[in-house]
């Protein structure tokens, strides 16, 4: 009996901790992951639908699986000189958490006062709601300030020509507008600290996560007044904010922020190639607050001459003492860089 409890509380485990990637066909999925019958995997589901930790819409072929959820808090606060993100956590947020291993409750901590006092320093905004919402596996917490918008900050304070290159500039890490009183680092590490890490504002919606470690995201979606971001973690889950600040750092700096990635794909208008010395450029502002740089060209199908030219030739000369590194590139791409690599011996 006591085996046939632990089979059903391990596959109870699966599908809540799976159903969010396979809504409509976790039935199926479960049944291959444990070598059962569907019809078994139904009573399952049945269970925890019957128990309110699952709720099903549509019938026979046509349903779908999500997880319940359950919002404990929705509070609005003044943004003010008296707000201030420590007390918003000890006294409103971390108790309603509850026991959470100590590496969970670490990146909620991180994360939530990092984005909370951005909302506070940047946003301009009068008042700020956060929501914090439960699942069975997992905590939402979603803060929503009602200033300019984060994207369109950034953008003025650049210059830049579209408001979708400022997520490029999250993405390379130590960005801010504020430099004297911050890092710029809270998103960057926020962003890879936590199972789903999204920034909505205005119509650009930009999401990461500990799973997808290179990947960012760049959609069209409706359209948001102010910034909203949204930050989700498995209860279980094995990630620790240190081991993220380690993997950016190296040990001749002193673990000190030294390294970062940077998602070539951003630096595309649309549907244009990468191929001039303007667009590299563009990608290259601010990298040379780093030593280490990991060039990710996923989803970048072709570079042009000057492109990479500008990154590989005349940015690395004048910057001898970075390394270099890319990753995710296919034929013609790999050309392209050893021919400006070529160049310079």
Known sequence: MAKLHKKTQEVSEYILNNVSLY????AANTANHFGMSR???NQHLKRLVDGGS???KGVTRNKTYELTSQNLLH???SVNGKLNEGDVWFKDIAPLLGELPDN?????DYGFTEMLNNVIDHSSSKTVDIYLDKTPVDFNITIIDHGEGIFKKIQKALDLTDERHAVLELAKGKFTTDPENHSGEGIFFSSRAFDRFVIKSGNIYFSHGSKSYLDWILENSECVNGTAVIMEIKNNAPQKIKAI???FASDEDDYGFTQTVVPVKLAQYGDERLVSRSQAKRLLSGLDRFKHIIFDFKDVELIGQAFSDQIFRVYKNQHPEMKFIFINTNKDVDNMINRALSANT
């Open 23 to 26: 809504p409509s066909n976790i």
């Open 75 to 77: 509070k609005q606060y």
């Open 245 to 247: 600040f380690d993997s």
């Open 39 to 41: 019809q078994a995997v």
């Open 54 to 56: 699952l709720q099903s």
């Open 104 to 108: 969970v409750k670490d990146i909620w």
